[in-house]
């Protein structure tokens, strides 16, 4: 989205960030039920300098927040599999985090891990900084505690706009993800289905921290790799990295949860960002609450064209953010801007003509409309 720096940091919702909210919640979670839960933030070596001094500001706040390094692992030229590095590629760039699926090894080399046992805490909720969604919830940690469960991982319905999403398989008497990365070519559409599987991977993980260091120290957690290609000036590099919920199939009595959809509020792009940033939610003590005038059970599809790619220019098209409580789908393409309190309802379609400039009033009301020049509004 055209960022620089931990993505945790961009504002998202009334002047808060992603850190801020999730900061919020478990002051909220402290507060009231008289607990001291802390807040543990897995870094790279590219955002932890600019996240240690991010947490200044959190000084004052009644929990305790830790921070940990990813790995840093060398890049390897694709024409020869030698360590980018090796090629006088000393600096950030020939080097890379293997990914998410790096946290069991770095809670225990840290020393983060032994100190969370040490203070008797036994389980660990993680989820990605970005999903909204994604907050401590009582009755699932009570479900695993009662029955035992080592791992429970939330799942969610799936829809057409998740087709790509990891989802839970049983497989040699043991629960596991399947990734679109491991399915041969031939099986892709199968594995898209909404139909055959119903039900894909929101990468909220709870997860019994003895059991991280029995596997961790045992040396059982044996990820598959994700080959992921990239490209440094004109060098083909591979990068080779896990995923967390990968290590799911290690542990005991695993169990899949399938949660509401209100649990997976990712923001990976302002298309996102237009959603959490409207009338269709609400903040109450950090936690972002759906609107109930909205009666459809789904989201808006919403779809912008690459003039509002970045968050800078997203912001700068927007006078304020339109009302889509009443909205269905909104494609929007070429140079268009919106003014303030603009209402979209129903399935709108707004196209600025090539070389055009087109404006959308204060106050419209658009109404499954198809808007091509500012005679059709």
């Not at 087709?163 to 990365?181: C, F, H, M, P, W």
């Not at 494609?331 to 303030?340: A, C, E, L, N, Q």
Request: aromatic share 8%; with cysteine.
């Amino acid at each position: 989205m055209g960022c620089t720096g931990p993505k945790s940091v961009i504002e998202v919702r009334d002047g808060f960030t992603f850190l801020d909210l999730i900061v919020l919640q478990i002051e909220f979670l402290n507060k009231k039920y008289g607990c001291n839960v802390p807040l543990l933030l897995m870094n790279s070596f590219n955002t932890n300098e600019d996240t240690q001094k991010i947490l200044e500001k959190y000084a004052t706040s009644n929990i305790k927040i830790h921070t940990f390094n990813q790995s840093k692992y060398p890049r390897l030229v694709v024409d020869d599999f030698l360590p980018l590095p090796c090629k006088g590629r000393s600096g950030k760039d020939g080097w890379y985090p293997p990914g998410h699926g790096d946290v069991y090894q770095c809670l225990v080399n840290s020393g983060k891990l032994d100190l969370l046992l040490s203070e008797g805490k036994e389980y660990v909720f993680i989820a990605n900084s970005d999903n909204l969604g994604a907050t401590v919830d009582l009755n699932i940690l009570n479900h695993i505690i009662q029955n035992q469960n080592e791992v429970c991982v939330e799942v969610t319905p799936k829809t057409l706009a998740d087709v790509k999403g990891g989802t839970l398989i049983s497989y040699e008497g043991k629960i596991q993800l399947l990734e679109i990365a491991q399915v041969p070519d031939e099986y892709v559409s199968e594995f898209k289905s909404i139909q055959k599987f119903k039900i894909f991977n929101t990468n909220n993980l709870w997860l019994n921290l003895k059991a991280i260091k029995r596997l961790v120290e045992g040396d059982a957690l044996k990820m598959e790799i994700i080959p992921n290609p990239k490209e440094v000036d004109g060098v083909k590099v591979l990068q080779l990295e896990t995923a967390y919920g990968a290590a799911v199939k290690f542990f005991d009595n695993a169990i899949g949860i399938n949660v509401p959809r209100s649990r997976f509020l990712p923001v990976k792009a302002t298309s996102d960002f237009l959603l959490v940033q409207s009338d269709l939610y609400t903040l109450v003590d950090g936690f972002v609450i759906r609107n109930k005038a909205r009666v459809n059970p789904s989201n808006p599809s919403i779809e912008l064209g690459p003039e509002f790619k970045k968050v800078g220019d997203f912001l700068r098209r927007f006078k304020s953010i339109p009302s889509i409580v009443e909205l269905d789908s909104l494609k929007v393409s070429g140079d268009v801007w919106f003014g303030s309190g603009v209402v979209l309802k129903g399935k709108v379609s707004i196209t600025a003509k090539p070389g055009e400039i087109l404006e959308i009033p204060d106050g419209s009301l658009i109404d499954s409309k198809e808007i091509n020049g500012p005679e059709d509004i």
